[in-house]
């Protein structure tokens, strides 16, 4: 399990991985802090008793990233990739969003997206939890959705195409109704009781919030 932290973490980390979200996707609690070079934003974990780790912005990086920030005692490659993997498992970061790991080329400056990170229906339905667990009643419409979603979600050219179901709206705003209109499948949020549905949208349920605090979303 993943676990929040609101306080600086007393060690030096090290950037071992870029991941194709912003900040604010991974946390409710962001914070501001500095080093010896810049002011960054921050948002800071403990992966069980294990280890702690960071999610970092600074000035100057890639608009809509993150780095991944793990302890400077974690040298060997396998060793800092095998914390990589509980992290991003943790986290739930799809696999096409990690823009760069350790052990890869890497080009300052130069970082492409795979064509295929795209809003998918599982993710879609963690980023509508989300949403709906920042509101103050717990509760968000499916147009609320729609409209906060592209704040912590970096919508890709794909996702911006039309529907051909619905020509009215873009991909990615199809897959947000599907995320309602279908959750009452097996895997969908209304049959897992994360949440309940109400009349224009969705209640986050006390089993929704524990899954989100389970990967370090809220405290």
Known sequence: MLRPRR???????VPHAIVWRPLRYFSTYVRNDQDDLD???????????????DLRTYPGY????VSVFLPSEIVDLHAINDALDNVLAGLEVPAKAVAWRRGEDFEYGVLVRS???RLKEKEARLIALKIAARRQNKTVSTERIKKELPKIFPL???????STSR???RLWQQIIGNVISHGNGRKGIFGLGQAVRTVDGLTITD???DYLKSIGFSA
């Open 156 to 162: 890709s050219a794909l996702d911006l195409q039309r």
């Open 62 to 65: 890639q608009p809509l990233t």
């Open 7 to 13: 306080t600086t973490i007393p060690a030096e980390l």
């Open 167 to 169: 020509p009215r709206e």
């Open 207 to 209: 089993a929704g919030m």
């Open 39 to 53: 002011e960054y934003e921050v948002a800071s974990f403990d992966f069980g008793n294990q280890f702690r780790f």
């Open 115 to 117: 064509d295929e990170d």
